[in-house]
């Protein structure tokens, strides 16, 4: 029932995504419906013109004409209504699909970090192309099959009807029987088929972890032991394999043997009918040739059941994703945070990422403009979360966060995080030229900028060496950069808007020591007079911070610059003495 | 693609017995409207309902032996091709086995990964179809024609002429829209891309308020892909109507001719629909046919790769048979050295320039070497070398006095325990894991190395201790977790000569120091190669080399580098400059 009752929601929602073509859906059906009726039509006039053929010397030449010309004439209309049906239904198809991706591309940029970050990207991505393809798929192959598949089987219903009920009779008692038989083997074979993906996702699942790890595999020597265990799988997916593939593809001979069955009984009381000159022989022909259409959509119709229901599964998907709550939208009244000084203010800021775990409690910072702040503690201490809050990725629980005194929940997002420079841990660029990655900040940026800032970030270099240097195309993964490349990009993004906030994040973690000289001296430069938070493991930059907050656990454990951290011999001064070792 | 089929070897009786029943099940089906026209002709013109009765029980025993015929067919084609595909999988995989380091770099693993999956299916399926239906379909048409042969000459003309016409149709619909649909999947790929990379990269877009202009660019992308999926749907949408068309126009002359032929008493009433009737299976196959190949071509082009990727020849001699060129290996001061260098060189494949140029060094056993230098100065294809992940290309590597070529592959590796950079762990519960160091290892001995590796106390703070079942990569833990248990593998085995390659970045401070202090108390027993980025974690080594570019500049203990070797001393000042600065 709670199934039904959602699909019978997501089919509303589909409906509603359909509304703006309706006179296009109109149209098809329509279409359909003409074209399904003079598609039956065709072999009544065969018959007749068969009937006219009766033996030598007993053949209406004229009469056959004239029907032979009828049935040109219906053919071609058909063929063009058919051809026009399934340009609409491609149209309607894939402007849908067109319409659901971008509606929920848009609501991708509006959900929350919350929503983004607990879900894997690979389920979204798959829900964004994946799901939306199969269900316009389904919705195309469904709507148009069944309608077309229904249509037919009362279009051929009343033809027969009207030429003999008797043997009609036979055909639907009958027919329904292929229907059966598929079901009894899609049945039988279900447990088949699942052990199989089953079996198959576990070779899968083997060969993914194994052969991406060949090379720790060949440290080990472990190449016998994994090739023992990828057999043994191997066989039991062949023995499942073969039952499956071998049960399930019974369906269609066995099916077309009850095809023939039909075929034969109709062959049978058509001709006994034809004896007693119930029907023409004319009459016959037609109905052999109704036995076959008639019994292929019912053999269809299941298919198309299971197609629509999975179509229905995958909008489901999509609409959960569209109709996820945005993060909350930007309050009417807010304000535009313009030149920031730099002043920011934590007051009794508590936040957790579940309700269960508090992580930041009571927090109380006050950072005047100009100041560093280092945030330093053992790895996976939840020193992205201070960040989160920061650039309002997430919103406090209680408290409230404030630049230049204005509660960040009353500045503009666009405003509040544009006076932000970041440089993340793991770094990203997107697909696209070297230029088009540096210039994210400042669209409108001069030749002369980009390059005066790859030089502050110590890139131009090797921006230069490059194929194309600013123009090089790099995709998603920037594969063919290095890491320490990649990372010299991200800063120069920041070098060329220069916001007068920085939040650097281990940014120079994998750089090596030499260029990393360089980039310090190059921070040491855009972090003049610049508020600068830094999640930072060299003891260096910690020292010189303004302010050290010590994180262990999600908690801020120890607050205070080096000197006072020291004197308190707490965590931080058993960290610090432990590099000296 | 022929190679692979020396894998049906096995299969041949199923191969060859499979389509020939299918054969035999068209051929039946092609008595079928033979009898409807004998109906026709013989029963209804003379009113026999004997004689009609006969001819439907006929029609029922030719659908019962195409039953069995089918079946059967089925099952040698099933079989065919589930044995074929395990043979293939279990040869691929074997093979992928057999790579060393070098093909692995130059193939990428995760296309290999498709090769083995889902490549493999397709190639199953395409197969299973083959056997299936290749040579049913075209019977089935030229069957038909043959039979309408039979019954009249100048009516089976019609059908000459009817099916080229149709196969031009079909397949040439078909040849123009696969390149078209190509074309739709790389939209489509761009439409899939933009979006991943909108949701790894999320914070960097927020952070520069890029929504709306990622929005525009995914709508602009989104549409070209709707333009070209509804310009091809046109094409396609051509193929049901114009073999409507084609079929019928035939069936029209068909009756026309028919009707001639029957008034000049060269045809029957129920031949005309004989006739009609084999026009109608034509349809049928031909499009049954276009889809089939349709498979076939892309079966065909995962065939291809899957075969390609087993024409891979392992460029590494693997028994160590290979009688080196020993001529370096002979100078017998060398004799007590665990581990030397002569001249050593390394060119990976594709690569323009040496990756490391004349290394020469040995080293005593027992003694712990600390490898340091720049990004891509070398490091790890130092130590690479060692295991044998990488040949030299010039001079060579020797351990405990023998070229690492003339090793065993397996018996070399057995002495080295290697942590590679990457923390990378297996799914299975922790023991498990550590037995990849030694199959036989105890308990104890696991426990052992745990200790060592600082990583007993994640053992002990998990449910089921070293029954503790970790996911795939280990996900289940932390990066420095992951990271002490890497290390405690290699241990397990208590290697000759351990190899740790920047294997402490995910550690924090206290326990990276903790760590060395374990390794070091270790010392004597086993040759330590610690490749790092800080000097902090080797400058207690008994000998640091220092790379720059692929080669040495300096070699030594710490403070004899800290005054010959400038590289060093740079790297060292930037991470401890205060500490410098208040010395001098």
């Not at chain 1, 509603?16 to 039509?41: C, D, E, G, P, R």
């Given at each position: 029932?709670?199934?039904?009752?959602?699909?019978?929601k997501?089919?509303?929602?589909?409906?509603?995504?359909?509304?703006?073509?309706?006179f296009?859906?109109?149209?098809?059906?329509?279409?359909?419906?003409i074209t399904?009726?003079?598609?039956?039509?065709?072999?009544?006039?065969?018959?007749?013109?068969?009937?006219?053929?009766?033996?030598?010397?007993?053949v209406?030449?004229?009469?056959?004409?004239?029907?032979?010309?009828e049935?040109?004439?219906?053919?071609?209309?058909?063929?063009?209504?058919?051809?026009?049906?399934n340009?609409?239904?491609?149209?309607?198809?894939?402007?849908l699909?067109?319409?659901?991706?971008n509606e929920?591309?848009e609501?991708?940029?509006k959900?929350?970090?919350?929503?983004?970050?607990?879900?894997?990207?690979g389920?979204i991505?798959?829900?964004?192309?994946?799901?939306v393809?199969?269900?316009?798929?389904g919705?195309l192959?469904?709507?148009?099959?069944?309608?077309?598949?229904?249509?037919t089987?009362?279009?051929?219903?009343v033809?027969?009807?009207?030429?003999h009920?008797?043997?009609?009779?036979v055909?639907?008692?009958?027919?329904p029987?292929?229907l059966?038989v598929?079901?009894?083997?899609?049945?039988r074979?279900?447990?088949?088929?699942?052990?199989?993906?089953?079996?198959r996702a576990?070779q899968?699942g083997l060969?993914d972890?194994?052969?991406?790890?060949?090379?720790?595999?060949?440290?080990?020597s472990?190449?016998?032991?994994?090739?023992?265990?990828?057999?043994?799988?191997?066989?039991?997916?062949?023995?499942?394999?073969?039952?499956?593939?071998?049960?399930?593809?019974?369906?269609?001979?066995?099916?077309?043997?009850?095809?023939?069955?039909?075929?034969?009984?109709v062959?049978?009381?058509?001709?006994?009918?034809?004896?007693?000159a119930?029907?023409?022989?004319?009459?016959?022909?037609?109905?052999?040739?109704y036995?076959?259409?008639?019994t292929?959509?019912f053999?269809?119709?299941s298919?198309?059941?299971?197609?629509?229901?999975?179509?229905?599964a995958?909008?489901?998907?999509?609409?959960?994703?569209?109709?996820?709550?945005?993060?909350p939208?930007?309050?009417?009244?807010?304000l535009?945070l313009?030149?920031?000084?730099?002043?920011?203010?934590?007051?009794?800021v508590?936040?957790?990422y579940?309700?269960?775990?508090?992580?930041?409690?009571?927090?109380?910072l006050?950072?005047?403009?100009g100041?560093?702040?280092a945030?330093?503690?053992?790895?996976?201490?939840?020193?992205?979360t201070?960040?989160?809050?920061?650039?309002r990725?997430?919103?406090?629980?209680?408290?409230?966060i404030?630049?230049?005194?204005?509660?960040?929940?009353?500045?503009?997002?666009?405003?509040l995080?544009?006076?932000?420079?970041?440089?993340?841990?793991?770094?990203?660029?997107?697909?696209?030229?070297?230029?088009?990655?540096?210039?994210?900040?400042?669209?409108?940026?001069?030749?002369?900028?980009?390059?005066?800032?790859?030089?502050?970030?110590h890139?131009?270099?090797?921006?230069?060496?490059?194929?194309?240097?600013?123009?090089?195309?790099i995709?998603?993964?920037?594969?063919?950069?290095?890491?320490?490349?990649?990372q010299?990009l991200?800063?120069?993004?920041?070098?060329?808007?220069?916001?007068?906030?920085?939040?650097?994040d281990e940014?120079?973690?994998?750089?090596?020591?030499?260029?990393e000289v360089?980039?310090q001296?190059?921070?040491?430069?855009?972090m003049?007079?610049?508020?600068?938070f830094?999640?930072?493991?060299?003891?260096s930059?910690?020292?010189?911070?303004d302010?050290?907050?010590?994180?262990?656990?999600?908690?801020?454990?120890?607050?205070?610059?080096h000197?006072?951290l020291?004197?308190?011999?707490?965590f931080y001064?058993?960290?610090?003495l432990?590099?000296?070792? | 693609?022929k190679?692979?089929l020396?894998?049906?070897?096995?299969?041949?009786?199923?191969?060859i017995?499979g389509?020939?029943?299918?054969?035999?099940?068209?051929?039946?089906?092609?008595f079928?409207?033979?009898?409807?026209?004998?109906?026709?002709?013989?029963g209804?013109?003379?009113?026999?309902?004997?004689?009609?009765?006969?001819?439907?029980?006929?029609?029922?025993?030719l659908?019962?032996?195409?039953?069995?015929?089918?079946?059967?067919?089925?099952?040698?084609?099933?079989?065919?091709?589930?044995?074929?595909a395990?043979?293939?999988?279990?040869?691929?995989?074997s093979?992928?086995?057999?790579?060393?380091?070098t093909?692995?770099?130059?193939?990428?693993?995760?296309?290999?990964?498709?090769?083995?999956?889902?490549?493999?299916n397709?190639v199953?399926?395409?197969?299973n179809?083959t056997?299936?239906?290749?040579?049913?379909?075209?019977?089935?048409?030229?069957?038909?024609m043959?039979?309408?042969?039979?019954?009249?000459?100048?009516?089976?003309?019609?059908?000459?002429?009817?099916?080229?016409?149709?196969?031009?149709?079909?397949?040439?619909i078909?040849?123009?829209?696969?390149?078209?649909?190509?074309?739709?999947q790389?939209?489509?790929?761009q439409?899939?891309?933009?979006?991943?990379?909108?949701?790894?990269?999320?914070r960097?877009?927020?952070a520069?308020?890029?929504?709306?202009?990622?929005?525009?660019?995914?709508?602009?992308?989104?549409?070209s892909?709707?333009?070209?999926?509804?310009?091809?749907?046109?094409?396609?949408a051509l193929?049901?109507?114009?073999t409507?068309?084609?079929?019928?126009?035939?069936?029209?002359?068909?009756?026309?001719?028919?009707?001639?032929?029957?008034?000049?008493?060269?045809?029957?009433?129920?031949?005309v629909v004989?006739?009609?009737?084999y026009?109608?299976q034509i349809?049928?196959?031909?499009?049954?046919?276009?889809?089939?190949?349709?498979?076939?071509?892309?079966?065909v082009?995962?065939?291809?790769?899957i075969?390609?990727?087993?024409?891979?020849?392992?460029?590494?001699?693997?028994?160590?048979?290979?009688?080196?060129?020993?001529?370096?290996?002979q100078?017998?001061?060398?004799?007590?050295?665990?581990?030397?260098?002569c001249?050593?060189?390394?060119?990976?494949?594709n690569?323009?320039?040496?990756?490391l140029?004349d290394i020469?060094?040995?080293?005593?056993?027992?003694?712990?070497?600390?490898i340091?230098?720049?990004?891509?100065?070398?490091?790890?294809?130092?130590?690479?070398?060692?295991?044998?992940?990488?040949?030299?290309s010039?001079?060579?590597?020797?351990?405990?006095?023998?070229?690492?070529?003339?090793?065993?592959?397996?018996?070399?590796?057995?002495?080295?325990?290697v942590?590679?950079?990457?923390?990378v762990l297996?799914?299975?519960?922790?023991?498990?894991?550590?037995?990849?160091?030694?199959?036989?290892?105890?308990?104890?001995?696991?426990?052992?190395?745990?200790t060592?590796?600082?990583?007993?106390?994640?053992?002990?703070?998990?449910?089921?201790?070293?029954?503790?079942?970790?996911?795939?990569g280990?996900?289940?833990?932390?990066g420095?977790?992951?990271?002490?248990?890497?290390?405690?593998?290699?241990?397990?085995?208590?290697?000759?000569?351990?190899?740790?390659d920047?294997?402490?970045?995910?550690?924090?401070?206290?326990?990276?120091?903790?760590?060395?202090?374990?390794?070091r108390?270790l010392?004597?027993?086993i040759?330590v190669?610690?490749?790092?980025?800080?000097?902090?974690?080797?400058?207690?080594a008994?000998?640091?080399?220092?790379?720059d570019?692929?080669?040495?500049?300096?070699?030594?203990?710490?403070d004899?580098?800290?005054?010959?070797?400038?590289?060093?001393?740079?790297?060292?000042?930037?991470?401890?400059?205060?500490e410098?600065?208040?010395?001098a």
């Amino acid at each position: 029932m709670h199934k039904r009752q959602t699909q019978t929601k997501t089919l509303k929602k589909v409906l509603q995504h359909l509304k703006k073509y309706w006179f296009l859906m109109i149209l098809s059906i329509l279409f359909a419906a003409i074209t399904v009726a003079l598609t039956l039509y065709v072999p009544i006039l065969v018959g007749r013109g068969i009937d006219l053929i009766v033996d030598a010397g007993q053949v209406d030449f004229a009469g056959i004409r004239e029907i032979l010309k009828e049935i040109g004439i219906i053919v071609l209309a058909t063929a063009l209504l058919q051809w026009l049906m399934n340009t609409i239904n491609n149209k309607i198809t894939y402007q849908l699909v067109r319409d659901v991706r971008n509606e929920a591309f848009e609501k991708l940029q509006k959900l929350p970090l919350s929503y983004l970050d607990c879900h894997p990207s690979g389920e979204i991505v798959s829900r964004i192309i994946t799901d939306v393809d199969q269900f316009a798929d389904g919705l195309l192959i469904g709507f148009t099959q069944l309608f077309t598949g229904i249509a037919t089987i009362l279009g051929t219903l009343v033809f027969m009807l009207s030429i003999h009920p008797g043997i009609t009779a036979v055909v639907v008692v009958l027919t329904p029987l292929s229907l059966f038989v598929a079901k009894f083997i899609a049945k039988r074979t279900y447990d088949m088929f699942r052990l199989q993906s089953e079996t198959r996702a576990e070779q899968t699942g083997l060969i993914d972890e194994m052969v991406v790890n060949q090379k720790v595999v060949a440290a080990f020597s472990q190449e016998e032991e994994i090739m023992g265990r990828f057999d043994e799988i191997n066989t039991r997916l062949e023995s499942c394999s073969l039952k499956a593939i071998f049960f399930s593809s019974l369906t269609n001979p066995c099916t077309r043997f009850v095809n023939s069955v039909v075929y034969a009984a109709v062959g049978l009381t058509g001709a006994l009918a034809s004896v007693a000159a119930l029907i023409s022989v004319g009459d016959l022909s037609c109905f052999l040739s109704y036995a076959n259409q008639y019994t292929k959509p019912f053999n269809d119709i299941s298919s198309v059941i299971t197609e629509l229901q999975n179509a229905l599964a995958c909008a489901a998907r999509i609409f959960e994703l569209i109709e996820e709550t945005p993060q909350p939208p930007e309050a009417p009244e807010a304000l535009t945070l313009k030149n920031a000084s730099g002043k920011i203010s934590l007051e009794q800021v508590s936040f957790s990422y579940l309700p269960e775990k508090p992580l930041i409690e009571n927090l109380n910072l006050q950072v005047s403009p100009g100041q560093r702040i280092a945030i330093v503690g053992p790895t996976g201490c939840g020193k992205t979360t201070l960040i989160n809050l920061l650039m309002r990725f997430y919103d406090v629980n209680s408290g409230q966060i404030r630049t230049d005194g204005t509660d960040i929940r009353n500045l503009t997002r666009k405003s509040l995080r544009s006076s932000y420079g970041m440089v993340l841990q793991d770094t990203w660029l997107k697909t696209g030229t070297i230029r088009e990655n540096i210039i994210m900040g400042k669209p409108e940026a001069t030749e002369e900028e980009i390059i005066a800032a790859a030089k502050a970030a110590h890139a131009h270099s090797f921006i230069k060496r490059l194929p194309k240097g600013y123009n090089t195309f790099i995709t998603e993964d920037g594969a063919s950069l290095s890491q320490g490349q990649k990372q010299l990009l991200c800063i120069t993004r920041v070098m060329l808007c220069l916001p007068p906030m920085l939040i650097l994040d281990e940014a120079t973690s994998s750089i090596d020591t030499r260029t990393e000289v360089r980039i310090q001296k190059a921070f040491q430069r855009l972090m003049q007079g610049r508020t600068s938070f830094i999640v930072a493991h060299r003891l260096s930059t910690i020292r010189e911070a303004d302010i050290i907050l010590v994180m262990k656990d999600g908690h801020i454990i120890e607050q205070g610059n080096h000197e006072q951290l020291l004197s308190q011999k707490g965590f931080y001064s058993n960290l610090y003495l432990s590099q000296e070792l | 693609m022929k190679k692979l089929l020396t894998y049906l070897k096995d299969y041949k009786r199923e191969s060859i017995l499979g389509p020939l029943f299918k054969m035999l099940e068209a051929s039946f089906e092609l008595f079928v409207p033979l009898v409807i026209a004998s109906i026709i002709d013989v029963g209804i013109a003379s009113g026999d309902k004997g004689y009609i009765l006969s001819r439907c029980g006929i029609l029922i025993l030719l659908g019962i032996i195409g039953l069995v015929c089918s079946i059967t067919a089925q099952y040698f084609a099933a079989k065919a091709s589930v044995g074929f595909a395990k043979q293939v999988r279990h040869a691929l995989f074997s093979h992928i086995q057999s790579l060393s380091f070098t093909e692995l770099d130059t193939i990428g693993t995760s296309t290999l990964v498709t090769r083995l999956t889902s490549d493999m299916n397709q190639v199953q399926n395409g197969l299973n179809l083959t056997l299936r239906l290749f040579l049913r379909s075209p019977f089935v048409v030229f069957g038909a024609m043959i039979m309408a042969f039979t019954i009249d000459f100048k009516c089976a003309l019609i059908f000459a002429v009817a099916i080229p016409v149709l196969s031009v149709v079909v397949f040439g619909i078909m040849l123009l829209s696969i390149p078209l649909y190509k074309k739709v999947q790389a939209k489509l790929d761009q439409v899939l891309s933009r979006t991943r990379e909108n949701l790894t990269g999320v914070r960097v877009i927020r952070a520069f308020c890029k929504e709306e202009e990622e929005n525009i660019h995914f709508k602009e992308e989104n549409e070209s892909l709707t333009q070209i999926q509804k310009y091809v749907g046109r094409i396609s949408a051509l193929l049901n109507p114009l073999t409507y068309v084609i079929i019928n126009f035939a069936v029209i002359a068909l009756i026309h001719q028919g009707g001639i032929q029957v008034s000049l008493g060269i045809l029957s009433q129920g031949q005309v629909v004989a006739l009609y009737n084999y026009m109608s299976q034509i349809l049928i196959e031909l499009i049954k046919l276009a889809n089939l190949i349709i498979s076939i071509t892309k079966a065909v082009a995962c065939g291809n790769r899957i075969q390609a990727a087993l024409e891979i020849i392992p460029t590494m001699d693997r028994l160590g048979t290979a009688s080196a060129k020993s001529v370096l290996s002979q100078p017998g001061a060398q004799d007590v050295a665990a581990i030397s260098f002569c001249h050593a060189c390394l060119c990976y494949a594709n690569a323009s320039e040496n990756s490391l140029t004349d290394i020469n060094f040995s080293v005593k056993k027992g003694e712990t070497i600390g490898i340091i230098g720049g990004t891509g100065s070398g490091k790890t294809s130092l130590v690479g070398l060692i295991p044998r992940f990488y040949d030299v290309s010039q001079g060579s590597v020797l351990v405990n006095g023998k070229d690492v070529r003339e090793y065993p592959l397996e018996e070399l590796r057995n002495k080295i325990g290697v942590v590679p950079q990457k923390a990378v762990l297996f799914k299975g519960s922790i023991r498990e894991n550590m037995l990849w160091g030694k199959k036989s290892a105890s308990d104890a001995e696991i426990m052992e190395a745990l200790t060592i590796a600082q990583a007993k106390e994640i053992v002990e703070g998990k449910e089921g201790g070293l029954d503790y079942k970790l996911e795939q990569g280990g996900k289940n833990l932390s990066g420095g977790q992951r990271q002490r248990l890497t290390i405690a593998r290699a241990l397990v085995r208590k290697p000759e000569i351990l190899i740790l390659d920047d294997s402490s970045s995910a550690l924090d401070f206290a326990t990276d120091a903790a760590l060395r202090k374990a390794l070091r108390s270790l010392s004597d027993k086993i040759t330590v190669f610690m490749v790092s980025q800080r000097t902090s974690s080797i400058r207690h080594a008994d000998k640091i080399i220092v790379l720059d570019d692929g080669a040495i500049v300096g070699a030594g203990a710490h403070d004899e580098l800290l005054t010959s070797c400038e590289v060093y001393r740079e790297i060292y000042e930037s991470q401890f400059k205060k500490e410098a600065a208040e010395n001098a």
